[in-house]
């Protein structure tokens, strides 16, 4: 009988999603009725940036460098955050639909003024609904972001900086819960160096 290895339990309240729960996320944003550019272009942009609901909600237009793939966050001490190209599309086809001042917000609320930290966490929510995707809130894309970057290589103060963290301690739990979740995989797969001879 295979034997199913024992899941790994958090107790640092870090959450990543699964791949499978981040493309349910973008692709239900997508497929809003009202609003699919803007929720699309949110969710890649905190999916790509790891910005906080606050820095989200306090950027302009102006804060953004479509040619560079980068932002300015201004909350704080400030830093600059890079992101993709296939968050530079989703942002352009959103922006494209509906023009605005560089001095605007970068994302509008419904009512048509600055969204707030509160309205960005009730959209995430909604989005997690109709995607069947459960705790969905802005700062769990914060923790996917970060862990996806460490599982990929990325060099911890690179990330610390990213995350805007003052001290590396904080970082560092991102970093614990990376490598246990390399050591989970390799654990779980068979090891090429442990495939039988044919």
Known sequence: MKRIPAPII??????PYTDEEL???LRAARDCQKNGLRNAAILHFLADTAVRAGELCAMTLEDLNHAAGTANVRCGKGRVVAFG???AQTLWRYLRS?????????????????????????????????AGVKRVHPHRFRHDAAVRLLRN??????????????????TQVYVKLAEAD???MHRTARSPCEARPP
């Open 98 to 130: 509906d023009p605005r001042d560089p001095e605007e917000p970068l994302f509008m609320s419904e009512r048509g003024g600055p969204m707030t930290p509160n309205s960005l966490f009730q959209l995430c929510k909604r989005i997690g609904k109709a």
């Open 85 to 87: 190209k296939t968050t």
């Open 153 to 170: 290589g990325a060099h911890a103060f690179g990330v610390m900086n990213l995350l805007g963290h003052t001290r590396v301690q904080t």
């Open 23 to 25: 493309k349910a996320l």
């Open 182 to 184: 390399v050591k989970n």
């Open 10 to 15: 958090r107790d640092d309240g870090i959450e």
